[in-house]
């Protein structure tokens, strides 16, 4: 198999290449065969990382200099383009939740941007066939308001729900977005409960 | 190798939860230095243990950079179980078969 650049073969002759520069060098590699999503191939590059420097430290403890144990780690781990492939076969996200499950927590977020979407609509069309009044001002910057918060919840909601694929942790941020639409909708009712009191 | 990387990893983490690089020096020390284990290969398992949901896995920021720690989950500790069974009864059997050469 045809050498990657920037490796040697197994006891050849070092380059005077910065330690940090063979972990560079290895993680570059590894990543050139490491064909699945954006987000995977952070955390993978990210363990393997992880890997050399926990690796790197052992190794310094008998002896080592960093560069031999930098070595010696990369060498334990194998090939770059073996260890990229063996991902690729098992790309699998890591989340189970599939289907309409995995959109759950984007409901109540999607829900609040299609209903200000449509009040927005309604809104304008009032406005310009019956001329703008200051109520109908108002109500337009309320909904715009409004619109601009659930389409940020809408894009975290959606940005977390790809991240947990990798990462479960990521699962309880992308609920918390629908917490804040029901905290703000809590909120938005309570102001409108104080303005009919008052 | 392969087939059993997941089961050897299982019953390290049964130890508690670990890091890559630990898992692996674990399975070292644990086989006095015997089982050879591809390092590049360990992560791959480990994924595909997590999408089976037999490990979950959380990342923190130790010393200013980002780990992962892997734990064993309540199915992951039945699938042990099950895998440790199955294994004795494999060994088992390789056994008879080789008892009886004269």
């Known amino acids: 198999m045809e050498q990657l650049p920037g490796m040697r073969p197994r006891g050849a002759a070092r380059d005077p290449m910065t330690d940090d520069e063979q972990i560079r060098t290895y993680l570059r590699s590894v990543q050139s065969s490491l064909h699945v999503s954006r987000v995977h191939r952070r955390r993978v590059l990210e363990e393997i990382e992880s890997h050399i420097l926990d690796g790197s430290a052992e190794h310094m403890l008998t002896g080592a200099t960093r560069s031999e144990a930098v070595a010696r780690v990369i060498d334990e781990l194998g090939p770059p383009e073996i260890v990229g492939m063996a991902f690729v076969q098992d790309s699998s996200p890591v989340s189970r939740i599939t289907g309409v499950r995995r959109w759950l927590p984007l409901v109540l977020p999607g829900a609040l941007l299609a209903m200000v979407v449509g009040g927005i609509v309604w809104v304008v069309t009032i406005g310009v066939r019956q001329g703008w009044t200051l109520g109908s001002q108002i109500a337009l910057w309320s909904y715009v308001r409004t619109g601009a918060i659930a389409a940020l919840l809408v894009l975290a909601a959606a940005f977390s729900i790809r991240r947990a694929d990798h990462d479960r942790a990521w699962r309880w941020r992308a609920w918390a977005c629908t917490g804040c639409v029901v905290a703000y909708l809590m909120f938005d009712l309570v102001a409108r409960l104080r303005l009919i009191v008052t | ?102």
């Open chain 2, 1 to 102: 190798m392969r087939g059993y990387l997941g089961m050897l990893l299982l019953a390290v983490l049964t130890s508690g939860p670990a890091h890559g690089y630990a898992l692996s020096a674990e399975l070292r020390r644990r086989s006095n230095g015997l089982l050879l284990v591809v390092e590049g290969s360990l992560y791959p398992a480990l994924h595909r243990l997590e999408a089976a949901g037999l490990v979950a896995s959380s990342s923190e920021i130790i010393d200013g950079r980002r780990r992962r720690l892997y734990e064993i989950t309540a199915e992951g500790k039945e699938a042990l179980e099950e895998e440790i069974r199955s294994w004795n009864n494999f060994q088992a059997c390789v056994h008879e078969v080789l008892r009886e050469i004269p």
